[in-house]
């Protein structure tokens, strides 16, 4: 029960990562705010939460909105009296294409959401965070370790949001808040299982044979699953990482060393 009575606020559950690490946080004794834009989405995950016999509070958030972020806030605090830990999970896939065609509008659309919107919620929940010693989690990529072509977009607004995570890190550690990062790789969710489905449809194999060839390039032979992940983001949110920030945790099992 690392996060025992502790209250932590998920922005971006969606389905896979997002779900896991509320349900996960709430496994380990915390009470969840859930922020997304899908209503019903968040009162699925809130349902299994109470299951779990912790709190769960539903706001319906547009994280690119000040007024929509400000609410978030202020009903998180209002709910629990505290909060202890911001988990910022929102993202926007960036267009997956070189970037000597990409349309920069569609970079910079990307970059509010996975770096802008990330910096306004930190400072949003700055006062709270303060008052409860507590530590935000960016929820980052293994795009960080490799230059593939068309993933040009996506590095640039990861490597943003690691800048980000790193600076208020020395910004926001004299007033005790601690910023630490994630870095999964592959995820085995709902979204990878469908294309490893396509591309083995393509090929004429099965996915499971897709998923072997895969693993066979990771050192301990496995994708790792949205727990896994999230164990890590529960890890730095709770006392065991009191004296960790400015760090980024990778989770891709072994794919990339750093």
Known sequence: ???????????????????AIAVQSARAGADVVLAARTESRL??????????????????????????ARHLAQAS??????VDALVNNAFAIPPITDLSDVDIDAVRAGFETNVIAALRLTRLFTPALEASNGSVVMINSAVLRHSRR??????????????????????????????????????WADN?????????????????????ETAATIDLRK???????ADAVVFFASPLA???????LDVNGGEFHH
């Not at 029960?1 to 779900?19: F, I, W, Y």
């Not at 605090?77 to 505290?82: H, L, M, Q, T």
């Not at 068309?150 to 007033?175: I, N």
């Not at 469908?194 to 591309?199: E, H, P, Q």
């Open 43 to 68: 009162t699925e995950v809130a349902k299994e939460i109470t299951g779990l016999g912790r709190r769960a509070v539903v706001v319906p958030t547009d994280i690119n909105d000040d007024d929509a």
């Open 192 to 212: 990878l299982k469908w294309y490893f489905s396509y591309l083995a449809k393509q090929r004429g194999i099965t996915p499971e044979e897709v998923y072997q």
């Open 223 to 229: 994708l790792p699953e949205p727990d896994e992940i």
């Open 150 to 187: 068309t993933f040009g977009a996506y590095k640039m607004a990861k490597s943003s949001l690691l800048a980000l995570a790193q600076s208020l890190a020395t910004e926001l550690g004299p007033r005790g808040i601690r910023i630490n990062s994630v870095a999964p790789g592959y995820i």
């Open 77 to 82: 605090v209002e709910a629990f009296g505290r």
């Open 1 to 19: 029960m690392l996060l025992q009575d502790k209250v932590v606020v998920v922005s971006g559950v969606g389905p896979g990562l997002g779900q």
């Open 242 to 248: 009191r004296a960790i920030t400015g760090a980024c």
